[in-house]
């Protein structure tokens, strides 16, 4: 089982932007995907991007390019750098292993990190 770390979440002003980090804890994490998911309150959580062992990203499409996955295999990471956000992305964003290419999750979650987005 991955053990999975975020941060990076924080308080924004609408417009900005905020990097979003995962760290995990086992080489498990260089032959999984894995995507980041959220979920803002009174809502589902929904996958908001997902990137394959390879380095390929997928985005859900009500982003419009705001975002911008990537990972780093041999330090264990991958990232989220979040630009021009709306008050809309307010939302505990996790981290997870997932199966490619649907982005459904595996069972392996982060304990999230809050973003909130200001008008």
């Known amino acids: 089982q991955v053990q999975l770390v975020e941060s990076g979440g924080g308080l924004v002003q609408a417009g900005g932007s905020l990097r979003l980090s995962c760290a995990a804890s086992s080489i498990v994490f260089s032959i999984n995907a894995m995507g980041w998911y959220r979920q803002a309150p009174g809502k589902q959580r929904e996958l908001v991007a997902h990137?394959?062992?390879?380095?390929?990203?997928r985005y859900a499409d009500f982003l419009k390019g705001r975002f911008t996955i990537s990972r780093d295999n041999a330090n264990l990471t991958v990232l989220l750098q979040m630009n021009s956000l709306k008050p809309e992305d307010t939302a505990v964003y996790y981290c997870?292993?997932?199966?490619?290419?649907?982005?459904?999750?595996?069972?392996?979650w982060g304990q999230g990190t809050q973003v909130t987005v200001s008008s």
């Open positions: 990137i394959s062992t390879g380095g390929i990203p």
């Open positions: 997870a292993t997932v199966h490619w290419p649907a982005g459904l999750p595996k069972g392996d």
